[in-house]
């Protein structure tokens, strides 16, 4: 499929092994077994990939994004599993920080993705680089290969979401190469910034589990706010704010 030639929309098909298809070059819906591999290239500043629900495998080979659409967005309870050649660029930095068009790799709450391959991921967002918007907890996310590079250029994780009070989602390293930034007192992997500043407590990290096997960098983002702050931490907790 090409993401160059329209938006690509996936959905679980007439039974939960089925798939439902569109977009990107395919002149109608189609339907297909969920085992196979949907690969998908092509470069766009207008188009993005949505699954809207079900359970893909999909494979990313020299795709570029620059969109405010929303480059790749797992709604509801998708599963998706990521195969990466090549270099990929998701890039929602044009977007909204605080809904999903804003993020580069969108994954709900609900949702989970697992990325592998050889290749390398670039994933940016005004919200969080993989995960969730401002003030949204993030889904489950796995990396277990490949180069991810994950940054926040606003208020969001590197790799994470944010969630008032709670613990939410699920981030497992188990191998491959990942950097992850984060935006102003946001974690590099964890929670995003505070969410409010009169006195607002630190966003709390997701469960994070980091394998040996896995070379991976995060650094949290920094506004330097006076005494009445406390730093996000590179692998933790957003930062907290009293101003």
Excluded: H
Excluded at 9 to 24: F, H, P, R
Excluded at 65 to 77: A, C, K, P, Q
Excluded at 178 to 183: D, E, Q, R, S
């Amino acid at each position: 499929m090409d993401i160059s030639l329209a938006n690509i929309e996936i959905s679980e098909g007439s039974t939960s092994d089925k798939l439902y298809i569109s977009g990107g070059g395919l002149s109608e819906q189609i339907e297909i077994d969920n085992t196979k591999q949907i690969t998908i290239r092509g470069a766009t500043e207008t188009n993005g990939i949505t699954i809207n629900s079900g359970s893909a495998n999909i494979t990313l080979n020299n795709v570029n994004i620059n969109s405010s659409y929303g480059t790749l967005r797992l709604l509801n309870s998708s599963v998706v599993n990521l195969t990466i050649e090549g270099t990929n660029t998701l890039d929602a930095s044009n977007g909204n920080s605080i809904v999903t068009t804003g993020t580069g790799l969108y994954v709900n709450k609900d949702a989970k993705i697992t990325i592998d391959g050889s290749g390398i991921l670039n994933s940016t967002g005004q919200g969080s680089g993989i995960g969730a918007p401002y003030m949204e907890p993030t889904g489950t996310i796995v990396i277990n290969g490949g180069t991810i590079n994950a940054n926040s250029i606003n208020n969001g994780a590197g790799i994470g979401g944010t969630a008032e009070a709670s613990i939410t989602g699920t981030i497992k390293i188990n191998g491959g190469t990942v950097y992850a930034y984060g935006g102003g007192m946001s974690a590099g992997i964890g929670g995003g910034s505070p969410i409010s500043f009169e006195c607002a407590p630190p966003n709390t990290a997701p469960n994070i589990y980091i394998s040996k096997n896995a070379d991976v960098t995060a650094i949290a983002g920094i506004i330097d706010a006076g005494d009445f702050t406390r730093p996000a931490e590179d692998i933790g907790n957003g930062g907290f704010s009293c101003w």
